[in-house]
C-alpha cells in the first residue's frame, strides 16, 4: 500500500466522512472497521476518572513546587551512604513483611496485617529511584488493593507535612528517603528518614522508650512521631493514625533494623 | 516561577487526560498518579517554554512519555527492543482473513473493561502510540513529537497495533460465543 493510500484510509478511519467507490472491499472494510474499534476505545477510556482525591493531591503538589527552588539533582547524590543504609533497612523491612505474610501465626493479628510496605520512594526525586525486583511488584500488587484514599506522593516528606499541618520546610532540606506504609483498610502512613537529630525537629514531646529516643508532635493538627534508628532519623507521619499507632509503626521498623 | 493561573488554566484541564494516558502506559492507578504529579510539576517549572498557542495537551503529553521513559530506564526493565519495522518483516500485520459483518454491534458486547484490557494487551509503544491517535485524536505528526520517533515509525506502529487491536478483539469475540474462529 503506499503512503498516500495508506494516509487517506487513516484519515477516513479518523473521520464519519462516507466512504467512497475508490476504495477496494477490503480497504473499505479496514476502514469501517477501524472506524469502530477507535470510536469505541474511545468511549471505553471516557470510564477512566481521577481517582478521588487526585485533583486535591495536584493542587498541593503543584503549591508545594510554586512555592519551593527547582531541587537541585546535584542533592540527590548527596548520601549516597546514608541511601545504602536505609536501602539495607528497607530490605530488612521487606523481609520482615513478607514473613509476617507467610507465618501469620508467630505474629500477632494486627502485625501480620498491617505492615504493609510500598517502598516505591527511595528519594525524595521520584526520578531517581524505585526499588525493583519481585517483592516490591508484590507489595505493589498489595497496594493497588488497598489503595486508600489518603495521597500518596513522590515528595512525601513535604507533601505528607503539608497534609497534617506542618511548614513542608520542615523536612523539606533534610529529606533522604521516605516510604509509604498501607494498612489492609486504605490508611497509609508516610515514614520519612531525614537526615537531622531527633532532637532538632522541634517536636512537642520528646520522650524516652526502652532507652531509645522518641518523639511525637501534636502542633498544628501534626499527627507525626519520629525516632533515631542507626543514626538516622525516622519519622512516621499519618492524619489517620494515633500517636500510639505511630510510635508502634516505629517500633516495629527499629525491630526490623534491628534483624 | 511560570504565571501560576495561567499554568493552571493551560494545563490543569487536561490532567484527566494525563490520567487516562498514564494508565494505559503503565496500567497501575497509583503509578498513574505519580507520573501525572511529576508530569505536572515539570510543566510547571517549564511552562516558561510552553509556546502559547500551541497545542498544551500534546505538550503534556510528551513530558509525561519523557517521564515514563524516565521511569522505566531506572527500573531497569527497557530490555532488548526489536523495532517495529522488524516485526512487520518477521510475522503477520495481525489481520486474519475474517470480517465482521457489524463492527458497531459486535463491539457493543464487549465491555469498557474489555476494551481497555485488550488495548493493555499491546506492546508499549504500539498501545501507546494507538491512544494517543484513537483515544487522545492526536496527529501523527504531534504523536511522532510526543514519542521522540520518525512520523514514518508513528504510522506502522498505529497500522500494527490496529491490526493486533483488532485481532485481541476478535479473540475476545470467539470466548464469548459471538464469532466463530475465522468469520463473522
Given at each position: 500500500?503506499?503512503?498516500?493510500?495508506?494516509?487517506?484510509?487513516?484519515?477516513?478511519?479518523?473521520?464519519?466522512?462516507?466512504?467512497?467507490?475508490?476504495?477496494?472491499?477490503?480497504?473499505?472494510?479496514?476502514?469501517?472497521?477501524?472506524?469502530?474499534?477507535?470510536?469505541?476505545?474511545?468511549?471505553?477510556?471516557?470510564?477512566?476518572?481521577?481517582?478521588?482525591?487526585?485533583?486535591?493531591?495536584?493542587?498541593?503538589?503543584?503549591?508545594?513546587?510554586?512555592?519551593?527552588?527547582?531541587?537541585?539533582?546535584?542533592?540527590?547524590?548527596?548520601?549516597?551512604?546514608?541511601?545504602?543504609?536505609?536501602?539495607?533497612?528497607?530490605?530488612?523491612?521487606?523481609?520482615?513483611?513478607?514473613?509476617?505474610?507467610?507465618?501469620?501465626?508467630?505474629?500477632?493479628?494486627?502485625?501480620?496485617?498491617?505492615?504493609?510496605?510500598?517502598?516505591?520512594?527511595?528519594?525524595?526525586?521520584?526520578?531517581?529511584?524505585?526499588?525493583?525486583?519481585?517483592?516490591?511488584?508484590?507489595?505493589?500488587?498489595?497496594?493497588?488493593?488497598?489503595?486508600?484514599?489518603?495521597?500518596?506522593?513522590?515528595?512525601?516528606?513535604?507533601?505528607?507535612?503539608?497534609?497534617?499541618?506542618?511548614?513542608?520546610?520542615?523536612?523539606?532540606?533534610?529529606?533522604?528517603?521516605?516510604?509509604?506504609?498501607?494498612?489492609?483498610?486504605?490508611?497509609?502512613?508516610?515514614?520519612?528518614?531525614?537526615?537531622?537529630?531527633?532532637?532538632?525537629?522541634?517536636?512537642?514531646?520528646?520522650?524516652?522508650?526502652?532507652?531509645?529516643?522518641?518523639?511525637?508532635?501534636?502542633?498544628?493538627?501534626?499527627?507525626?512521631?519520629?525516632?533515631?534508628?542507626?543514626?538516622?532519623?525516622?519519622?512516621?507521619?499519618?492524619?489517620?493514625?494515633?500517636?500510639?499507632?505511630?510510635?508502634?509503626?516505629?517500633?516495629?521498623?527499629?525491630?526490623?533494623?534491628?534483624? | 516561577?511560570?504565571?501560576?493561573?495561567?499554568?493552571?488554566?493551560?494545563?490543569?484541564?487536561?490532567?484527566?487526560?494525563?490520567?487516562?494516558?498514564?494508565?494505559?502506559?503503565?496500567?497501575?492507578?497509583?503509578?498513574?498518579?505519580?507520573?501525572?504529579?511529576?508530569?505536572?510539576?515539570?510543566?510547571?517549572?517549564?511552562?516558561?517554554?510552553?509556546?502559547?498557542?500551541?497545542?498544551?495537551?500534546?505538550?503534556?503529553?510528551?513530558?509525561?512519555?519523557?517521564?515514563?521513559?524516565?521511569?522505566?530506564?531506572?527500573?531497569?526493565?527497557?530490555?532488548?527492543t526489536?523495532p517495529v519495522?522488524?516485526?512487520?518483516?518477521?510475522?503477520?500485520?495481525?489481520?486474519?482473513?475474517?470480517?465482521?459483518?457489524?463492527?458497531?454491534?459486535?463491539?457493543?458486547?464487549?465491555?469498557?473493561?474489555?476494551?481497555?484490557?485488550?488495548?493493555?494487551?499491546l506492546p508499549d509503544e504500539q498501545r501507546i502510540t494507538l491512544?494517543?491517535?484513537?483515544?487522545?485524536?492526536?496527529?501523527?505528526?504531534?504523536?511522532?513529537?510526543?514519542t521522540?520517533v520518525?512520523?514514518?515509525t508513528v504510522?506502522?506502529r498505529?497500522?500494527r497495533a490496529?491490526?493486533?487491536?483488532?485481532?485481541?478483539?476478535?479473540?475476545?469475540?470467539?470466548?464469548?460465543?459471538?464469532?466463530?474462529?475465522?468469520?463473522?
Amino acid at each position: 500500500m503506499s503512503d498516500s493510500s495508506a494516509g487517506r484510509l487513516e484519515e477516513l478511519i479518523h473521520s464519519d466522512q462516507p466512504l467512497d467507490a475508490t476504495l477496494t472491499d477490503d480497504q473499505a472494510r479496514q476502514v469501517t472497521e477501524q472506524r469502530a474499534i477507535r470510536q469505541r476505545l474511545a468511549r471505553a477510556y471516557e470510564s477512566v476518572s481521577m481517582p478521588e482525591g487526585m485533583a486535591e493531591r495536584l493542587t498541593a503538589a503543584l503549591d508545594l513546587a510554586d512555592s519551593q527552588p527547582e531541587p537541585q539533582r546535584a542533592r540527590v547524590f548527596r548520601f549516597p551512604a546514608r541511601l545504602a543504609a536505609t536501602a539495607s533497612i528497607a530490605a530488612a523491612l521487606i523481609a520482615v513483611v513478607l514473613l509476617w505474610n507467610l507465618q501469620p501465626a508467630q505474629a500477632t493479628a494486627t502485625q501480620a496485617e498491617f505492615y504493609k510496605i510500598h517502598l516505591a520512594h527511595l528519594q525524595p526525586n521520584p526520578d531517581e529511584a524505585y526499588l525493583r525486583g519481585q517483592d516490591r511488584d508484590a507489595l505493589a500488587q498489595h497496594l493497588k488493593q488497598t489503595a486508600g484514599k489518603v495521597p500518596i506522593m513522590p515528595h512525601s516528606a513535604e507533601l505528607a507535612g503539608r497534609y497534617c499541618g506542618c511548614s513542608p520546610a520542615r523536612f523539606y532540606d533534610s529529606t533522604v528517603a521516605s516510604y509509604v506504609i498501607v494498612k489492609p483498610d486504605g490508611r497509609r502512613v508516610s515514614v520519612v528518614v531525614v537526615d537531622k537529630p531527633v532532637a532538632q525537629l522541634g517536636f512537642t514531646h520528646p520522650f524516652t522508650r526502652d532507652g531509645k529516643e522518641f518523639a511525637w508532635c501534636s502542633q498544628n493538627g501534626c499527627r507525626m512521631a519520629a525516632t533515631s534508628i542507626q543514626g538516622d532519623t525516622y519519622v512516621a507521619i499519618g492524619k489517620e493514625f494515633t500517636e500510639m499507632e505511630l510510635l508502634d509503626v516505629l517500633t516495629a521498623i527499629r525491630q526490623a533494623a534491628a534483624e | 516561577m511560570a504565571d501560576r493561573k495561567e499554568f493552571e488554566a493551560e494545563a490543569l484541564p487536561h490532567a484527566t487526560a494525563l490520567y487516562r494516558a498514564a494508565m494505559a502506559m503503565c496500567r497501575r492507578p497509583a503509578l498513574a498518579e505519580d507520573l501525572v504529579q511529576t508530569t505536572l510539576v515539570k510543566a510547571l517549572r517549564r511552562f516558561g517554554t510552553f509556546r502559547s498557542g500551541s497545542n498544551c495537551k500534546a505538550w503534556l503529553m510528551r513530558i509525561l512519555h519523557n517521564t515514563w521513559v524516565d521511569y522505566l530506564r531506572h527500573r531497569k526493565v527497557v530490555g532488548p527492543t526489536v523495532p517495529v519495522e522488524e516485526q512487520l518483516l518477521a510475522g503477520d500485520d495481525g489481520q486474519d482473513e475474517t470480517h465482521w459483518s457489524d463492527p458497531h454491534d459486535l463491539l457493543e458486547n464487549f465491555s469498557d473493561e474489555q476494551v481497555i484490557q485488550a488495548l493493555a494487551e499491546l506492546p508499549d509503544e504500539q498501545r501507546i502510540t494507538l491512544f494517543l491517535s484513537d483515544v487522545e485524536d492526536l496527529s501523527q505528526e504531534e504523536i511522532a513529537e510526543i514519542t521522540g520517533v520518525a512520523v514514518g515509525t508513528v504510522k506502522s506502529r498505529t497500522s500494527r497495533a490496529r491490526g493486533v487491536m483488532r485481532e485481541k478483539l476478535h479473540q475476545y469475540a470467539v470466548e464469548m460465543g459471538l464469532a466463530g474462529r475465522r468469520e463473522f
